[in-house]
């Protein structure tokens, strides 16, 4: 590992606060084998993945929001079609 990187990570750790954490065995070893797949260390694999679980809600969030325009629109057409048919003669006149 270059030099500034270990200088870096050296500050970072420094500065981070410590969490201490108690997690089931097959987790930690999930994670354990998912850092080294990645490459990561197991600190990094456990705050990717923290990071990864609130960006995936933030992005649901969006998109219910994104449903619930999609319904009301849906809804809002329904509607205009509903009245336009209820103003016809019945023989495709109005």
Do not use: W
């Not at 994670?31 to 600190?43: D, L, T, V, Y």
């Not at 609130?54 to 809002?76: C, G, P, T």
């Amino acid at each position: 590992m270059p030099f500034f990187l270990k200088r870096l990570l050296a500050i970072v750790s420094r500065t981070f606060p410590v969490f201490n954490l108690r997690i089931p065995e097959e987790l930690k070893e999930r994670i354990e084998q998912s850092a080294r797949e990645s490459k990561r260390s197991q600190n990094a694999e456990y705050l990717y993945r923290l990071e990864r679980s609130f960006h995936q809600e933030d992005q649901m969030e969006q998109v219910l929001e994104e449903l619930k325009v999609l319904r009301q629109a849906i809804s809002d057409l329904q509607a205009t079609r509903s009245s336009e048919g209820d103003s016809s003669n019945g023989d495709g006149t109005s």
